[in-house]
């Protein structure tokens, strides 16, 4: 079982940026890719970004290149997400997701409320 702890949203303007951590618990996450979701109100859960198990391969949504970077930290049994050029439309919930690699479902944190508005 494991237990994901994200932290790092908050209030942010347009054009600034946020860190986001998930700091996970219970397993290390070194054989699992590391997903970052995001969910805003009356919409789809929308994955972000993810990161493959030793961190070689990254993905994003369109709506996100150039902008956000998932990366991880596997000795801290962390995974992260930078958040740049923030636009108001990335206001939501973001969730941290572990799956390890031998399986197609995972492991869930609670979310972390990022806003981003003048």
């Known amino acids: 079982q494991v237990q994901l702890v994200e932290s790092g949203g908050g209030l942010a303007q347009p054009g600034g940026s946020l860190r986001l951590a998930c700091a996970a618990s219970?397993?290390?996450?070194?054989?699992?890719?590391m997903n970052w979701y995001r969910q805003a109100p009356g919409k789809e859960r929308e994955l972000v970004a993810a990161?493959?198990?030793?961190?070689?391969?990254?993905n994003y949504a369109d709506s996100v290149k150039g902008r956000f970077t998932i990366s991880r930290d596997n000795a801290k049994n962390t995974v992260y997400l930078q958040m740049n050029s923030l636009k108001p439309e990335d206001t939501a919930v973001y969730l941290c997701?572990?799956?390890?690699?031998?399986?197609?479902?995972?492991?869930w944190g609670q979310g972390t409320q990022v806003t981003v508005s003048s």
């Open positions: 219970g397993a290390t996450i070194s054989n699992y890719i």
């Open positions: 997701n572990a799956v390890p690699v031998w399986r197609s479902w995972g492991y």
């Open positions: 990161i493959t198990s030793a961190g070689s391969v990254t």
